[in-house]
């Protein structure tokens, strides 16, 4: 028997993993829940687990190559025997797998679709099972045109990697949200200090402060869906950390109402994931408000951020500046929250800030 191993598909937005690395050759024999390989999202590095007993066969998807999800990479067979391919073989399905190699794959009516809006079927991206279809046609000639870079200086195009990817669409996706910023200055001396006597960090503590706040004004907590307003029943902040080569947003779930020692622990092993590259689709998504803390950068006196899809605000915070007071900057979309609204988050947000009673208790509940 001869039963495929597919592409992953690790999340519901997923729709191409990188094959970075097989971990068997073909021939060698492997056992359920072994790492098979490995593939990189446009978060982690995650491994590909096999399903049964058997050996690993070929021919096995290129090394290197963005394959949509779903799709063949390798095989596994009872006997050793029937891994026996020739050598041209490996090459022609590792071809196959990689998108736009040995002929594209794409239905008759996006040929004629892509003919007639004068597109190169070799620049679209493939959809799952790696075949082209109208909708990424449609997909293609709906986006933004490409800088024309013929009259510049000469270029070499370089991929992406697979977070950066992940980063300008859901960057994209946030054009049609109307947003409006607002502003304040406030002192975080005190804050630094208590954070400190608490064994907290910075931004951990600027997160609780951020989840109390939305818990009190439900508002924030709401998402503008096509069906109607989605209030979430308790606070989960998305914390932006660099990770050198982009950004992500480990999520600390009911940020208000559980225990400081709780979200310590989870942070610490959030941030652990994110520094060894293995954190999952769950640990970064579903955020019902966000933070982005460039404190520790002194040259920034003031930033603004994107509101990301799925979440009404966000809240950036700049340095502190000679005056020991630090810009906090938020930005929310104005189909849910308006500038009332805003200014009074902000306004408790800077009690908050003074009366540290909620910190110092190290405690949770509102």
Known sequence: MKAEITMPALSGTMQTGRLTRWNKAVGEAIKKGEAVAEVETDKAILDVEAFADGVLAGPLAELNTDIPVRQVIGYIVDTSEATKTDAGGA??????????????????????????????????????????????????????????????????????????????????????????????????????????????SLTLALTRACALTVAEDPWFNHIWTRQGLARRSRVDVGIAVDTGDGLITPVLRDAAGRPLKELMEDWRILLGKVKKGRIYPEDYQGASFYLSNLGVFPEIERFNAIVPVGASAILAVAAAGGDGRADFTLSCDHRVIFGADAARFLQRLGKRLEDLSWLASGEGGR
Do not use: W
């Open 91 to 200: 090459a022609r399905t590792a071809a196959t797998t990689a998108p736009h190699a040995d002929g594209l794959q794409a239905s008759p009516y996006a040929r004629a679709l892509a003919r007639d809006l004068e597109l190169d079927l070799s620049q679209i991206r493939p959809g799952p099972g790696g075949i082209i279809h109208a909708a990424q046609v449609l997909a293609s000639a709906l986006a933004p045109e490409d800088a024309d870079l013929r009259h510049g200086p000469p270029y070499t195009i370089e991929r992406p990697s697979m977070l950066r990817a992940a980063v300008a669409r859901n960057m994209s996706a946030t054009l049609d949200t109307p947003t409006f910023l607002i502003s304040s200055r406030f002192a975080t001396a005190s804050l630094h200090a208590a954070a400190k006597q608490a064994g907290l």
